[in-house]
């Protein structure tokens, strides 16, 4: 959800610019723009649309010529997304042009006093009152005005800022959205994301809450919250720009698919040593706690919702899931005997973030599932577990969620071990299912043939419904949300229980039901499920085992995925849902890896 990049140099800075305004479209966004020092001042272009139609513009702005500069791309908020709504924004004297990730929540308060002080707004977006807030404080110091401005705000911000008066440098400031500074040999950089940074430099510093930066060619001086000057070392980054390329695929929804193999053998088998799970970064003692509370957005909430029944079948403690933008708001009941378990691809998800600290700040233990090192929740966690899932792109998460799910095995798995509720043979055998898991998910891959035909049937459909029970349905919402985010196709999962009791009022001819069949224990039932919804016309395509051989009997269509531990299977169940997701959107023309109205890293409510 938006995306920073900046520069600063001896090179030409719009290409640059537009080069990680392309790295970081993954995110969501509705417009873009650049600022750049010239010799003439700020010189500014930002127009509404893809980043494609900013390089046009920019190509044709021969007074864009410069070596410092900032750009944006934006998701609207606050302002439809308009070329003027669009970032960067510029002060009314043409001193200062500024880029802002966030929400100003006081912003119609200050608005309002810059108003009546003879300000003139331009824009309808909360970004702009920072950048006149600036001006209005400008004495001659950048620095001290931007502290003075940021006092002020209320809210999140990652804040690049642009001087006329100071060329060659720029000024950032960060508070719960996350801003890297990227450090090179004779020019340095700042984003959002690594992944607009990793073509240029691998030497990264986080910025903090609270934090700001003064950023030139040669140096780059970080500033804490109190205004002191702070040493902080670069951390080095492993991966390269060839992990976050498509690699011959299409899309890269379709590339990360299809590394969930190799994603699931990096998180599980170097945890495993000896028969053993080894956990070396957590030190918990699971025997102190009464309750887990798991909680997340979207994806990982799904993910939480299968972690809550392995946990609990294998450790005996009660557990629950909740969405994080609920369990923030209602005053759960939580004491130091609760661990919150919290999950995120990114670390960033603003609303899983303030669930955190509601855990931290009832007393309970907390414990993070994130895939970004460094990321605001892998430093808020008192104990974090990275998915190292290597960097994902497409806005529908794949290898991020199989990746979750692992991690919830695996600490399923150890916590159980660890409370004494695992014999030996118990626990070997779900260890021995864990490791299989990776050739297990490529199995998956190469049993899912026939979901291109079977979406090419099914594409137009406008209403579609999923079923499951128990650890299917927890996966039939993934899978729903998967069809719906990228196709816009309405998709509904439903508990198969739950038919009788009003949903299957919504069945009619030729609907398509899809029924999750892997949980061997409730088969007969869900068989029952598939033949009710049969009866009054429905199309059933069902999600099996491979030695479930009876489901040809019962559905329309079967997609096989390869037979699992009982407690194991969604890792690979959820595979030819994804795909199904994929080539619904691929027929259906859609814009797979960029969603409308979606973004990667949600840091805003």
């Known amino acids: 959800m938006c995306g920073i990049i900046g520069y600063t140099g001896s090179d030409p800075a719009v290409p640059i610019l537009l080069d990680g305004l392309k790295k970081l479209e993954y995110r969501g966004y509705d417009s873009a723009g650049i600022a750049v020092q010239t010799k003439d001042g700020l010189h500014m272009i930002k127009a509404?649309?893809?980043?494609?139609?900013l390089a046009a513009l920019a190509a044709q702005a021969p007074d864009l010529e410069g070596v410092c500069g900032i750009g944006h791309t934006r998701w609207a908020t606050h302002g439809s997304p308009t070329d003027i709504n669009a970032h960067p924004h510029m002060s009314a004297d043409g001193r200062f042009a500024i880029v802002h990730n966030g929400i100003i929540e006081n912003y119609l308060e200050i608005k309002k006093d810059l108003e009546e002080k003879g300000v003139v707004f331009a824009s309808e977006t909360d970004t702009e009152v920072i950048v006149q807030l600036l001006a209005y404080y400008y004495d001659g110091d950048v620095r001290k005005s931007l502290t003075r401005t940021i006092r002020r705000?209320?809210?999140?911000?990652?804040?690049?800022v642009l001087c006329a008066d100071v060329p060659g440098t720029v000024f950032a400031a960060r508070m719960s959205s996350p801003l890297i500074v990227g450090v090179g040999a004779g020019e340095n950089y700042f984003a959002s994301d690594i992944t607009a940074l990793i073509r240029h430099t691998k030497d990264v510093i986080d910025l903090e809450d609270g934090e700001t930066a003064e950023i030139s060619p040669d140096s780059v001086v970080i500033y804490d919250r109190y205004g002191s000057r702070t040493e902080k070392a670069p951390r080095h980054i492993l991966w390269d720009i060839a992990a976050a390329e498509k690699g011959g695929y299409d899309h890269f929804m379709m590339k990360e698919i299809m590394e969930q193999p190799q994603a699931l053998q990096a998180t599980i088998v170097p945890r495993i040593k000896g028969g053993q799970i080894v956990l070396d970064s957590v030190e918990l003692d699971m025997t102190k706690f009464d309750r887990i509370l798991i909680t997340a957005c979207g994806s990982a909430y799904h993910a939480g919702c299968v972690g809550r029944i392995v946990i609990e079948s294998l450790c005996r403690i009660p557990v629950e899931a909740e969405v994080a933008s609920e369990f923030r708001y209602r005053d759960a009941v939580i004491n130091e005997k609760t661990l919150v378990i919290v999950i995120s691809q990114s670390g960033e998800t603003a609303d899983t973030i303030a669930a955190l600290k509601e855990g931290k700040n009832k007393g309970a233990s907390t414990l993070a599932i994130v895939n970004v090192v460094g990321s605001t929740i892998a430093k808020l966690a008192d104990q974090v577990i990275y998915t190292w899932a290597g960097p994902e792109i497409a806005v529908a998460t794949t290898k991020g969620y199989v990746t979750q799910l692992a991690i919830l095995d695996l600490f399923a798995v150890w916590a159980a071990r660890k409370l004494g509720r695992l014999d030996d043979a118990s626990y070997k055998k779900l260890v021995k299912g864990l490791k299989a898991l990776p050739a297990q998910a490529q199995r998956a891959l190469d049993l899912s043939a026939g979901v291109k035909r079977l979406a090419a049937l099914y594409h137009d459909r406008q209403s579609i419904f999923f079923i499951g029970r128990n650890l299917d349905y927890a996966l039939a919402m993934e899978g729903s949300l998967k069809l719906k985010e990228i196709s816009y196709l309405h998709s509904e999962a439903y508990a198969a229980g739950e038919l009788k009791h009003g949903t299957i009022a919504l069945i009619e001819p030729g609907r398509l039901v899809v029924a999750l069949c892997c949980c061997e224990r409730l088969y007969e039932k869900t068989a029952s499920n598939i033949q009710q919804v049969k009866a009054r016309g429905a199309t059933v395509l069902a999600v099996a085992q491979e030695s479930k051989r009876q489901v040809y009997?019962?559905?329309?269509?079967?997609?096989?995925?390869?037979d699992c531990h009982p407690l194991l299977f969604p890792v690979t169940e959820i595979?030819?849902?994804q795909l199904l997701a994929y080539?619904?959107?691929l027929e259906n023309g859609c814009d797979i890896d960029k969603p409308k109205n979606l973004a990667k890293s949600v840091t805003v409510e």
């Open 48 to 53: 509404s649309g893809k980043v494609e139609h």
């Open 153 to 160: 705000l209320e809210g999140s911000y990652a804040l690049a």
């Open 583 to 585: 080539y619904v959107a």
């Open 575 to 577: 595979i030819p849902l």
């Open 553 to 562: 009997g019962e559905a329309d269509h079967v997609l096989q995925v390869p």
